[in-house]
DNA sequence: CCCAAAAGTCTACACTCCGTCGATTTTTCT
DNA sequence: AGAAAAATCGACGGAGTGTAGACTTTTGGG
């Protein structure tokens, strides 16, 4: 979505342009835990970035491409980060390691994966890129499932469509919880591997 | 959050006002339908229901002013659903029982209670409504899970916080599935059955 | 039935934000 | 150095918001 302005891949130096867009989407970032999206105008991050409306529409069409940059660089940290998690083949070390994992990237990018799930509705773009990372969990959550032993499928009761369930529930439990203490994050991650791990059939 | 306009509590015929408050309510939930929220315009409310912009903020003072009405009047339905719900003692009686009832309710105010969980961040009068509609539905998971022998207590692998993430966890499933088939609506459903089941214990 | 007060409605205005355009300046590359 | 490409600016027209003041309809007591 950011291929309308001037492609710029092979290339030693840093055009100016890329420095700006940077601060574009690090001022956006910041605007966006200070007063939100729906205060937050354009008019506000060119201010934050140093250039004038006019100047930013040559790097963005409007706030909601802003915000989708914004999305698409963060979910890439998760992607990432996922790639680079070794598959553990003992369940609960899986589940385990899973949860730990959920807890980090909900402190590293609370703020944007809150913004990116607020906006799944509204804006297509956010939704896709949204949509294709909850694949990803749900698809690691179904490949522990199956190895603990739960029956493979789509059916109600069989591993895929338990996982899709369970990775909506961390969504919301996190979603809410990452924007109260530290504690109850804490707690309400405990609560999700506790149903996780009863869900997988492994009674503690 | 609708005390700024004149009381009219008691009262044996109906005001004039009466009546165009409530085409108004239902016109907001018509054009939710099929614009959704951003789209709709104040301009757009007064039209459906007959009146001009001007009119239409002796009513209410802004077009969130209207739809917190909206999902107020909504969630007022859900409440009494609530409360004349009979308590099953069964447990497995009254999960399949309760699934079946959030069916329903999402069958008829789907629209409403999406928009209510879209709004919940931005408008904090729904924000109130929705975490309050939503601390029924964990009591009531609450209730049943102690009665199947969950331990009672607010730690993450006692009663009250399992609640919480299944509630969410059956919020965000139905969410999604709303928007989908039936069908997949339907299995939706018997996945949370079933998951919730496992976390209360009974084994099928 | 009358008529004043209350309730409801309208048009017009001032304001904010948005997205676009053409002109202008700065950067980049050779 | 100098032309092409990249970046920036200010100004405009449009859409939506919320408010103010005048006007009309409804209501209810005498």
Not at 136 to 152: D, N, S
Not at 160 to 167: F, V
Request: net charge neutral; with cysteine.
């Amino acid at each position: 979505m950011s291929g309308h302005h001037p492609a710029r891949s092979r290339r030693g130096t840093e055009r100016k342009g890329d420095v700006r867009e940077r601060a574009i989407l690090d001022t956006c970032e910041a605007l966006l835990a200070q007063k939100g999206y729906d205060a937050m105008t354009v008019g506000d991050i060119a201010q934050g970035a140093g250039i004038t409306r006019g100047a930013l529409y040559f790097y963005f069409g409007s706030k909601q491409e802003v915000v989708t940059a914004l999305v698409a660089r963060t979910v890439e940290h998760l992607w990432e980060r996922s790639r680079a998690t070794a598959q553990t083949d003992e369940p609960r070390r899986a589940i385990a390691a899973a949860m730990q994992r959920t807890v980090e990237l909900w402190n590293e990018h609370g703020l944007v994966m809150r913004t990116a799930i607020d906006l799944s509705l509204t804006v297509p773009e956010v939704g896709e890129l949204w949509s294709h990372t909850a694949d990803l969990f749900t698809t690691a959550i179904t490949a522990v499932l199956e190895r603990a032993g739960v029956q493979a499928g789509t059916e109600p009761d069989q591993a895929s469509a338990m996982a899709r369930s369970l990775c909506w529930m961390i969504e919301r439990t996190f979603y809410h919880a990452s924007q109260e203490s530290r504690e109850k994050f804490r707690k309400a991650s405990a609560t999700c591997e506790h149903i996780w791990l009863l869900s997988a059939g492994l009674n503690t």
